[in-house]
């Protein structure tokens, strides 16, 4: 690793949006023809865009990863007191990795939503804050309008507005105070509410994709799905309409206005994204700053019979990540090795200089900023366990999550293969090969040539929930190993 101080960043800028698909931004190949980011695209044209990320599989576990450095399993103390979102956590128990960036001599900042309890953690993990805070929505408000938020660290005051500009207007506040202090370090965490349903456009938006008749209709949107686990046979959101469109089960809608709308959404967020470029342009910074896009994960529109997250499927949760560094990081360059959130931590601490104040779960991904070629042989391991952190988390099954339910589950990816293991007693295993079956379609884990390969990936996935100390690791619901045949001629093995 080159130690050049000259190519360390100054800044890191860290744009974290809420929902939203690698679907949804146009540099990424798998977009629809007629979306346009041209902004976000920049960063891509001028830095490396990875084409497997993984940040987390909902929201709150996405921003307690970036926070902690650590999977779900890991962030001790979180819990739900009452019923959803009202999250607590005991800070002794469970630090934020900000606080010693805070005291290395960094200027910190967070703008947007907070999603990890009332703790927000002004004056002692940020010197700037304007929070809208997800985990207390009576104080708080919805999405997008009518919004209250804490400015720095004061009690909820309404704003006004849409909520995307809203923040855009606060992380330039924040850039505008960096500006008369150029010599000190700062670190922003720009964290947009969009594209989290329902899904609300800005009025400037709402002609936008005029021309969009009809999207593609994903090959399984519609059930039956014989080889995958029991719950996913039958999932589905969608109907066909009178039409031959998908439309929604309970709603009616097509999934063209879905996706149509979703996508407008995303619109504001390029702007964003264009107008916070600028200012550090003008500013002087850009260039020693390490710009990072991403979203807390991605969002299915059909794919699999899903309108929703959570579940472990690329078209679930994979997001978009962008990062430019120029110096540090080769201009329009793409690495296809899957990263997760938690390396994110270990990063940013490994490009400033810093040591990890404890063990994260994550890697250094710096020898791939260099190189995206670069050889890498660690699989990346993923989880959802629902609403349950830390040591609630030790049972190995739990309370499913989502509406329709889904199951807990661990899964590791490498470069070529997933791995999924549901957290459901006697459940079958799913595996897919992502280069030459992207869309998930065939299950693996049934054909016998597999089989060695399966367990392979199998026993991987619990070298890594030991290695990353998880304690359900000894308590994970056993599988069932079958073939095709086998399973659909209601056979076990």
Known sequence: MNDDQSNHPHNILYIFTDDQSFRSVSCYP????????PNIDRLAHEGMRFSNCYTSAWCAPSRATYLTGKLPHGVMSMHLPSSYPNYVRDPDQCPYWLE???ENGWYTGIVGKWHTGPDHGHGRYWDFSAIWDHSQPEKYGP??????????GGPPEPVGGYSTDNYTEYALEFLRGRAEEPDKPWHLWLCYDAVHGPWEVADRHLQDYPD??????????YPPRPTKA???????????GDQGQ????????????????????????????????????EMGQLDDTLVVFTSDQGFAWG????????APYDANIKAPMIMRMPGRIPSGTVCDVPIGGQDIPPTFLSLIGMEQPWKMHGEDLTPLLFDPNAKWDRPLLMECTGHYFGEDTDVGCGEPIGNPPIPWWVSLCTEKYKYIRWLVPGEIEEMYDLENDPEELENLALESDYHELLAQLRQGTIDELRRTDAGMVDNLPPVKVMTREQLLGGADR
């Not at 798998?30 to 980011?37: K, L």
């Not at 009518?146 to 400015?151: A, L, T």
């Open 30 to 37: 798998e977009a629809h023809s007629w979306i346009s980011t």
């Open 100 to 102: 010693n960036l805070r």
């Open 143 to 152: 999405y997008y309008v009518n919004q209250n938020m804490s400015i720095n």
């Open 212 to 221: 969009v008749s009809q999207v593609p209709t994903p090959e399984d949107i």
């Open 230 to 240: 029991t719950h996913m046979r039958d999932y589905g959101v969608w109907r066909e």
């Open 246 to 281: 998908p439309v929604g089960i309970r709603d009616g809608r097509t999934l063209t206005d879905w996706e149509q709308q979703y996508n407008r959404g995303v619109r504001a967020l390029d702007e964003g994204v264009g107008r916070v470029i600028g200012a550090l342009e």
């Open 303 to 310: 794919q699999h019979g899903f309108r929703l997250k959570v």
